[in-house]
């Protein structure tokens, strides 16, 4: 594999149903990279974008792509399609609010008439 076939052309669609890119990306680049990408690229007007890698999950084929892996390694047999953009589904999963878990916290140590367990 030589030039660009090494190339795997990508767009990022979003929960909103708009998307990011499409761009082309090395065959070699990470999921982890992937994700810095979308990060940098995220359009400022959405509200609750992600901060950082790990806010992110990107969906590929159906499967939850790790950041470790290249997208080689992830390849499906669609990325083969001559002159194909590949849609890749990314949700972002901030991390939970100190808030919500000490309020979470606080409704497990009631019991099941209301009242507060100490």
């Known amino acids: 594999m030589s030039g660009m076939q090494d ?15 499409p761009k082309s990306y090395p065959a070699a680049t990470n999921v982890a990279t992937l994700k810095e990408s ?5 359009p400022k007007e959405k509200e609750n974008g992600p901060r950082t890698v790990k806010d992110l999950k990107i969906i590929s084929a159906g ?6 892996k290249t997208l080689a390694e992830c390849r499906s047999p669609i990325y083969g399609i001559p002159g194909g953009v590949t849609t890749m589904h990314v949700i972002v999963q901030p991390p939970p609010d100190r808030g919500s878990e000490k309020k979470a916290s606080y409704h497990q140590k009631q019991n099941s008439c209301g009242c507060v367990i100490l």
């Open 63 to 68: 499967k939850i792509l790790e950041n470790n």
């Open 38 to 42: 979308i990060i940098a690229q995220w």
């Open 7 to 21: 190339q795997i052309e990508i767009k990022f669609r979003l929960i909103d149903g708009s998307d990011i890119g």
